[in-house]
């Protein structure tokens, strides 16, 4: 055993997925996939359209099965694992009908109407962290898209989760808002621990918050190099002039492009 298996966290190993397509062969859209992530770990994935990023999200979080290979979340199944792991999508999806707050409150309620009462003092506390309590009782439609974004990603936390596996969820938002809710994501994950999966088309946004950056290859859809990132914390946007920095994005760029930046 090595030092890092006691905090292994999400363990991906050998892992397949095919879809039918209708033509003879199956269409690969992820090929033996091996993966550790450690407790508390913040990993970004990052690749080219179509490397299977979402589709490696959906198996993690249990919402689709690998066609080979095995998942686990703390050694267990992923199947008995689901409930323990909060997702976040590009867009917010709010319920229109209901407010910031119940809205937050959802999850919960899905479950029992007791849990949903309970969950409330929880939800102002969330909502509060990320400076949306003015607006709790108003419906998601009087909100612009960051403070949408900012509710649903409140929402993922409500139960809280051990994991959170977000995709793309900043892609939607202007370059300002985007920047504000990366550092707020941050102090997230530096007050509450948890172990996050992250993906990005962004370099600098893969590099500015991960602790390690898997950066995925096409067909077949698998892993091309993971990367710690190496850089101390707190995180700020001079943490992105580092020659660490520098370095990542270079390594990157040559794994994404097949060449460094500034080269023809
Ligand atoms: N349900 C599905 N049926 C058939 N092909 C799919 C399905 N889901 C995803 N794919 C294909 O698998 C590949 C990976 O998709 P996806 O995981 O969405 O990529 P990414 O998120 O990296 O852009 C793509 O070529 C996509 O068309
Ligand atoms: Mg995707």
């Not at 179509?50 to 686990?72: Q, V, Y």
């Not at 949306?132 to 960051?146: E, F, I, M, N, T």
């Not at 990603?153 to 959170?164: Q, V």
Request: glycine share 8%; hydrophobic share 40%; with cysteine.
């Amino acid at each position: 055993m090595t030092a890092g298996v006691d905090r292994a966290h999400v363990v991906v190993s050998e892992v397949a997925k095919e879809f039918e397509t209708g033509a003879t062969e199956p269409f690969v859209a992820l090929d033996n996939i091996d993966l550790t992530i450690d407790q508390g770990e913040f990993v970004l994935l990052l690749g080219p359209s179509g490397c299977g990023k979402s589709t490696l999200l959906r198996l993690i979080a249990g919402l689709d099965a690998p066609t080979r290979g095995d998942i686990r979340v703390s050694g267990d199944p992923i199947a008995a694992g689901f409930e323990r792991i909060g997702m976040v999508f590009q867009q917010p999806t709010l319920l229109p009908w209901l407010s910031i707050l119940e809205n937050v409150v959802y999850p919960a309620r899905v479950r029992s109407q007791r849990l949903a009462r309970e969950k409330r003092g929880e939800a102002l506390r969330l909502l509060d962290m990320v400076g949306l309590s003015r607006v709790a009782d108003q419906p998601p439609s009087s909100l612009s898209g960051g403070m949408q974004q900012r509710a649903a990603i409140c929402r993922s936390l409500i139960l809280d989760p051990e994991i959170l596996v977000m995709d793309e969820p900043f892609s939607a938002l202007d370059a300002m808002t985007r920047e504000e809710l990366q550092f707020e994501l941050l102090r997230i994950h530096a007050d509450s621990g948890k172990t996050i999966i992250f993906v990005t088309h962004s370099i600098p946004e893969a590099v500015l918050m991960s602790s390690k950056i898997v950066v995925m290859a096409t067909s077949p859809g698998r892993i091309a190099e993971t990367l710690e990132t190496g850089m101390p914390h707190p995180r700020t946007l001079e943490s992105l002039r580092l020659d660490r920095a520098r370095e990542l994005d270079g390594r990157i760029r040559q794994l994404i492009y097949g060449r460094d930046r500034g080269q023809e």
